[in-house]
């Protein structure tokens, strides 16, 4: 298995302009998370999903945030205008539904860069 | 309130020495416990986990992790350092059944040749 691809692994864009992250989660995974990194704030959970539905977004840190999960094989969190404060890692993740104890499964990461 | 400390920013250690990174919660209820390792550029790596039985757990790379329910901590250990652990460690709960991932703020590992 490939594992959890997200993409693009970098992306510098400018204040104001819209940017898509994609997420491919591990086939046969029920659950799919967004996490945000940053020096100030650490790993943050953004928003998850279960079953392509979302759970909980309580994460999302504004109306300019927003996440999808169209099947069971991609989602995409978007930003729109994008600040130079988003500027962090982003990180999906996948699980299988056997327990709150099961491992989840971290994707590379995207860098982004707000200018 | 509920959080994950990780009390050491930063840990140097050399190599072929021990190591122990220290983690506690704050939770009402034992909560699920893992350790993640993230070497630079890279996502996050599963190192091991604990949920119930045996509170000396075992995982890769030849780490292990003590859960300590008087102490609400869950420290990782590993007897001899390799150049190669160098890296982030988080520690993390899941507090409850939400399957939330809660991390701690992590402790970057340095390793002395």
């Known amino acids: 298995d490939a594992g959890v691809i997200q993409s693009p692994r970098h992306e510098v864009t400018e204040m104001g302009q819209e940017v898509t992250l994609r997420c491919k989660p591990i086939?046969?995974?029920?659950?799919l998370f967004w996490y945000r990194q940053t020096m100030m704030r650490g790993l943050e959970l953004l928003i998850y999903f279960n079953n392509n539905v979302p759970i909980d977004d309580s994460g999302m840190p504004e109306d300019r945030f927003s996440a999808k999960m169209p099947n069971a094989s991609f989602s995409t969190l978007k930003i729109q205008p994008s600040e130079p404060r988003d500027s962090a890692v982003y990180f999906c993740?996948?699980?299988?539904?056997?327990?709150?104890?099961?491992?989840?499964?971290f994707g590379p990461g995207t860098r982004l860069t707000v200018l | 309130a509920q959080s994950v400390t990780q009390p050491d920013i930063h840990i140097t250690v050399s190599e072929g020495a021990s190591l122990e990174l220290r983690c506690n919660y704050s939770?009402?209820?034992?909560?699920?416990l893992f350790w993640y390792v993230q070497s630079p550029g890279q996502g996050l790596q599963l190192l091991l986990k604990y949920f119930s039985g045996d509170t000396l757990v075992q995982g890769i790379k030849g780490f292990e992790a003590e859960f300590k329910r008087s102490q609400s901590s869950f420290n990782l250990r590993k007897p001899s350092v390799h150049w190669s652990d160098a890296a982030e460690y988080f520690c993390a709960v899941v507090p409850d059944s939400s399957y939330k991932l809660i991390f701690g703020s992590g402790t970057r590992l340095l390793v002395r040749p």
């Open positions: 939770y009402g209820a034992t909560p699920y």
């Open positions: 993740a996948s699980r299988m539904q056997t327990g709150p104890g099961s491992e989840q499964f």
């Open positions: 086939s046969g995974h029920d659950y």
